[in-house]
């Protein structure tokens, strides 16, 4: 079965930077689309980006001059790149992997594995 692992979360300053890593185990990378996801308390889980197989991506609107997704298939890891950081970027991010098309994957649900995620705390 497939895992993916997060790493690179921690305690930033409003302003400041981190870039989150995703490794993938039990599976071929190359084959999914990959996603980042985040989760603040009370609030619903939202995609912050997303990238296909042929490395086209997409933003949610409100982080989209601040981050890049990437991905480096020969390893098995994707990329979250974040600068400029917010208090409100405050969350527990995940790496997340569909099978499906890349159009269709645009919801939490649209995706097949799930790391345990990482927190980022960006104070103010």
């Known amino acids: 079965q497939v895992h993916l692992l997060e790493s690179g979360g921690g305690l930033v300053e409003a302003g400041g930077s981190l870039s989150l890593s995703c490794i993938m185990s039990?599976?071929?990378?190359?084959?999914?689309?990959m996603g980042w996801f985040r989760q603040a308390p009370g609030k619903e889980r939202e995609m912050v980006a997303r990238?296909?197989?042929?490395?086209?991506?997409t933003y949610l609107e409100g982080v989209k001059d601040r981050c890049t997704i990437s991905r480096d298939d020969a390893k098995n890891m994707a990329y979250l790149q974040m600068h400029n950081l917010e208090p409100e970027d405050t969350a527990v991010y995940y790496c997340?992997?569909?099978?499906?098309?890349?159009?269709?994957?645009?919801?939490?649900?649209?995706?097949?594995?799930w790391g345990q995620g990482t927190q980022v705390t960006v104070s103010s």
């Open positions: 997340a992997a569909s099978d499906g098309y890349f159009y269709t994957s645009e919801t939490a649900r649209d995706f097949l594995s």
């Open positions: 039990g599976g071929t990378m190359s084959r999914f689309v």
């Open positions: 990238i296909s197989r042929a490395g086209t991506s």
